[in-house]
């Protein structure tokens, strides 16, 4: 059964990571030159708003708009979602990528 990837974590963390999250989405909307509302368009969201709970971590983006928001955003998808998922997964992102330094734990 799949769980929630933050369960079983610290709930302040969790609220750190989110927050953290979405201060970079917003960044990346900025440097893209797009409002909110420019943003939910390119990406198939309905309501605007929702870019702004992205934004302030009391919503995630949903996995099946992953590649729409990298192209919006004109990254790389793999490097977006890589990039995200030390916000959204970061134990799954741990394991795969190793420290938040990128150094692989069996390395040392």
Do not use: C
């Amino acid at each position: 059964m799949y769980g929630h990837p933050q369960h079983g974590m610290d709930t302040d963390e969790v609220t750190r990571l989110r927050h953290l999250g979405g201060r970079w989405l917003r960044i990346l909307r900025e440097n893209a030159n797009l409002s909110q509302r420019g943003l939910a368009d390119q990406v198939g969201i309905e309501y605007y708003s929702f870019i702004s709970q992205i934004e302030t971590g009391r919503g995630r983006i949903p996995p099946e708009r992953y590649v729409a928001f990298a192209k919006a955003f004109k990254i790389d998808p793999q490097i977006f979602v890589r990039e995200l998922m030390r916000y959204y997964d970061p134990l799954t992102h741990e394991l795969l990528f190793g420290e938040e330094d990128g150094q692989d734990k069996t390395q040392r």
